[in-house]
């Protein structure tokens, strides 16, 4: 019994022993952890109560958003504070996958014949506007609407796509020379071979082909044949597999509905479908039921808003009856002064009484999946941390289309914030900002007295 007691001590003593052990060593683990945890938080950023509408994984809650590495590290519920080396407050905002407008301008577009004519002078101005300007409305990634064409390209890409801190995708204008340009006419310019090559070369950029402008008044003749521009740009589509995007002009031989019945392939973008020279409603006010077939086939429609193609009259009516555009974009260019923004087209559409997550889908998952880029328009943990938060406004607004008509509304949708790969892009508010009287104390410092940099307020993920 005694020997048994005494062994059994033993055996507890050395229980003991281990048990202490056991914990010293779980403590210096804990205590290293927590000391690691302080030194190098899990997140670089953390938005926090926001109001998350994320379509492509069905999320539409009041979740946080966590950043490491540039990636989407964590959506959820209560994510820690104490892991995050910067905390946003977004309560009252929504947090949505960073915009996609897959209808925009960067570049200058084609040369003219004659820079020394009077008609040259228009090309002076480049037609694209400037890529990052897209992040003042929630959007990190944009996609060229065929402002060049495979001889132009190269210059694009050196120039713009691979300066911008917005990513920069773009359809190839099946003419080479490229958009507006002295050349657009020209049929022979229409190169399939050389615009299937190009695709080739940049498919990490060039994500469709665009016919634009073509023909659209004077005689039919043996180089303008109703369809020469489409069938081209489908013929090099076809080669690289990747859409078309047509803007298009229908014509007593070239009618809207063999456009969208017969030549567009399934997946092809009819983009400014508002445009006044669509036949969207019938007589009866109706909305035409040739959408919807085209639609069943697989044809996309995009509203490519521009300085001419979004008109109340065929956009409102089409809305109320349930026929809404599978993709919002701008159609943003030097000539354009009356989308401003992807934001307004946006609002425009919430004002009509679109609900704000149809919108999102229409404006991040839906372009994805039409530009076959799946891993955009998402906030899926692990893909690339391109965000938007924006803010829903209530009180009296009103709106314009290219009618030069106005419709009013209650809601106006803004951006207030824009994180592109995990640095913040774009915040004029200072929604990740410390207010000055709290800032670290280089913000202080006069740099002329030898100071060291940085003298900001503090260190940010910032662009
Ligand atoms: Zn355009």
């Avoid at 509408?53 to 989407?72: E, F, Q, R, T």
């Avoid at 889908?361 to 938060?389: W, Y």
Wanted: with cysteine; hydrophobic share 40%; net charge negative.
């Amino acid at each position: 019994m005694q020997r048994y007691f005494a062994r059994g001590k033993a055996t507890n003593m050395r229980s003991f022993c281990r048990f202490g052990l056991h914990f010293t060593l779980i403590a210096m683990v804990l205590v290293s952890s927590l000391r690691l945890a302080a030194q190098a938080p899990t997140y670089d950023l953390l938005l926090k109560g926001g109001h998350v509408i994320d379509p492509a994984n069905s999320v539409d809650a009041v979740l946080d958003v966590a950043i490491a590495g540039g990636k989407i590290a964590a959506v959820g519920k209560d994510l820690s504070v104490a892991q995050a080396k910067k905390v946003v407050d977004v309560t009252g905002l929504y947090v949505t996958p960073g915009l996609i407008d897959i209808h925009y301008h960067v570049g200058h577009g084609g040369a003219p014949l004659d820079w020394f004519t009077p008609e040259g002078r228009v090309h002076l101005q480049p037609l694209g506007i400037p890529a990052d300007w897209a992040l003042t409305s929630g959007v990190t990634t944009i996609v060229d609407a065929g402002t060049s064409g495979a001889e132009t390209f190269l210059l694009e890409k050196e120039e713009v796509i691979d300066r911008a801190q917005v990513r920069v995708l773009a359809f190839l204008n099946i003419v080479a020379n490229g958009m507006e340009g002295g050349l657009e006419q020209s049929v022979d310019q229409m190169d399939v071979k050389f615009c299937a090559e190009t695709l080739k070369k940049y498919s990490d950029i060039i994500v469709g082909v665009k016919t634009a402008h073509y023909w659209t008044a004077g005689p039919w003749d043996g180089e303008h044949t109703p369809w020469a521009a489409v069938d081209r740009a489908i013929a090099c589509a076809e080669a690289g597999k990747v859409p078309v995007m047509y803007d298009f002009w229908p014509r007593a031989d070239r009618s809207y509905a063999d456009l969208i019945l017969k030549k567009a392939r399934p997946g092809d973008i009819h983009t400014h479908v508002f445009a006044q020279q669509f036949p969207i409603l019938l007589k009866d006010g109706k909305v035409n039921p040739i959408l919807a077939e085209a639609h069943q086939r697989g044809v996309i429609f995009d509203v490519g808003h521009g300085q001419g193609s979004f008109w109340f009259r065929n956009a409102v009516p089409a809305a109320k009856q349930g026929f809404l555009p599978d993709s919002i974009s701008t159609d943003l260019h030097t000539g354009n002064y009356r989308t401003i923004s992807m934001a307004n087209v946006i609002s425009k559409f919430r004002a009509m009484g679109v609900p704000l997550s149809d919108l999102i889908q229409r404006s991040t998952v839906n372009p994805a999946r039409e530009i076959h880029r799946t891993e955009l328009g998402t906030l899926s943990v692990g893909k690339e941390a391109d965000i938007a938060v924006l803010e829903e406004l209530h009180g009296k607004f009103s709106y314009i289309d290219c009618g030069l008509a106005k419709m009013n509304g209650d809601v106006q949708v803004i951006a207030r914030m824009t994180v592109r790969a995990g640095r913040v892009a774009y915040d004029p508010s200072g929604l990740s900002m410390v207010e000055w009287e709290k800032a670290r104390p280089q913000y202080f410092n006069n740099p002329s007295e030898g100071n060291p940099a940085p003298a900001t307020a503090e260190d940010l993920p910032q662009h």
